[in-house]
């Protein structure tokens, strides 16, 4: 049945939108103020963990602000491998 009055019309329109958007309020949760402590280690890394995390990288991602693409390190191998520990213990 259509609508003829424009009050009717804005009336289904003001019921139609209140059961949109007028949702019960979400429950309450507790807040948590404090994290768990993030696992920091001041160990120099060894070369397993460096070529876990050449593994972790994405080939085809744009590179970053060096100009340099991931998939040179990825295909680095064990040289790479290598260097970039022996890099990263004397930082």
């Given at each position: 049945?259509?609508?003829?009055?424009?009050?009717?019309?804005?009336?289904?329109?003001?019921?139609?939108?209140?059961?949109?958007?007028?949702?019960?309020?979400?429950?309450?949760?507790?807040?948590?103020?404090?994290?768990?402590?993030?696992?920091?280690?001041?160990?120099q890394p060894n070369?397993?963990?460096?070529?876990?995390?050449?593994?972790?990288?994405?080939?085809?991602?744009?590179?970053?602000?060096?100009?340099?693409?991931?998939?040179?390190?990825?295909?680095?191998?064990?040289?790479?491998?290598?260097?970039?520990?022996?890099?990263?213990?004397?930082?």
């Amino acid at each position: 049945m259509a609508i003829t009055s424009i009050h009717r019309c804005l009336g289904r329109w003001a019921e139609f939108f209140e059961g949109q958007f007028n949702w019960p309020a979400a429950p309450e949760t507790p807040v948590r103020l404090s994290c768990p402590p993030w696992p920091v280690t001041n160990d120099q890394p060894n070369q397993e963990e460096v070529r876990r995390e050449l593994q972790l990288l994405k080939r085809y991602e744009s590179p970053g602000p060096d100009d340099l693409p991931p998939a040179l390190f990825k295909d680095g191998g064990d040289f790479l491998t290598k260097e970039l520990t022996t890099l990263f213990t004397k930082v």
